[in-house]
């Protein structure tokens, strides 16, 4: 009997995986409306739980896996008891593309020095360099070394924190011993790290004291990585010049919300993972992974339910 896939994601998914992978059996549904009684080893999944996710014993399912990067919206008893993959560094290039997008328009003062009306001086500004400027990474995944590689063809110096240093760095990048080592010596500080119990707030009153003066903070990773009272402060006593923010906390951020009038805020709508090749990705890293699955191979993108990501 072939393989049985419940797929939530529509029929171009179906298509393309009936095509890549024809001896599997594809069943489709919308996640609301799963009926009762479906049996399914595998499960291409929706990007957030839904009632379904409830019953994923009952169907059978042994192996899951997610369109997203982050799993923290998964509750622990989802991701126990089967294999669950996710489709990590798939948004590397779009991702870090916005970052570099932000890097620059940082450093060029865009887009206040686009004109509406004659200046007063022409040929004349206070720009910045990128090139040779620090940039610090918080987490050294596929995404922060797509931005490491970015950066470092701008002529940056690049310094990373990783949680395992022993996995090593791409060449050019150097480990920084801690946080506050990496905070210490940042223009520039991207955040690409998972969102945990570790690094909640990871960014902090105490953080925040030991930034260099005039840093630029990039979050595109997830709001809970910053505590966004204390990072309101630093921006307000200059110690934070500016925080180019894709993902805050809550989502969407209440229309009242003091970042959308903050000068020294630019907050876009979570959607650096933005491509057109976007999904894709999402179903080419899926169809790599059934193909594995029929044949009892390791699967890619394998979530630790202990490490959170």
Not at 39 to 52: D, I, K
Not at 144 to 151: F, Q, Y
Not at 273 to 292: G, T, V, Y
Request: net charge negative.
């Amino acid at each position: 009997m072939p393989e049985r896939v419940l797929n939530l994601l529509g029929d171009r998914l179906e298509s393309a995986a009936r095509a890549a992978v024809p001896d599997v059996e594809i069943i489709s549904h919308p996640a609301d409306r799963v009926p009762d009684g479906v049996q399914a080893e595998a499960m291409f999944s929706t990007w957030t739980p839904m009632p379904v996710h409830e019953r994923l014993d009952a169907i059978g399912v042994q192996w899951m896996h997610l369109p997203s990067t982050g799993v923290d919206r998964w509750p622990r008893e989802l991701l126990d008891g089967r294999v669950v993959t996710c489709a990590r560094g798939l948004s590397a290039i779009p991702i870090a593309e916005y970052v570099l997008t932000a890097m620059l328009a940082f450093e060029k003062d865009v887009p206040a020095i686009f004109l509406d009306a004659a200046p007063e001086h022409w040929n004349f500004a206070e720009l910045g360099e990128l090139g040779e400027r620090t940039v610090g990474i918080v987490g050294l995944g596929g995404i922060g070394e797509a931005v490491a590689t970015r950066a470092l063809g701008f002529g940056c110096r690049v310094r990373a924190l990783r949680r395992h240093p022993e996995h090593g760095a791409p060449d050019g990048v150097e480990l920084a011993a801690d946080l506050e080592d990496l905070l210490a010596s940042a223009d520039h500080v991207v955040l690409a790290a998972p969102a945990t119990a570790a690094t909640e707030n990871l960014l902090d009153d105490a953080a925040f004291d030991v930034v260099k003066p005039g840093v630029h903070v990039v979050n595109i990773a997830r709001g809970s990585l910053i505590d966004q009272d204390a990072l309101r402060s630093a921006l307000d006593d200059g110690r934070v010049a500016m925080a180019t923010l894709d993902t805050v906390t809550p989502e969407p951020l209440p229309e009242d919300h003091w970042m959308y009038a903050h000068p020294k805020v630019r907050v876009t709508a979570h959607v650096s993972w933005s491509s057109p090749r976007a999904m894709e990705r999402i179903q080419q890293s899926f169809i790599d992974n059934l193909r594995r699955f029929v044949a009892g191979e390791t699967l890619l993108g394998i979530v630790d339910p202990d490490e959170g990501y």
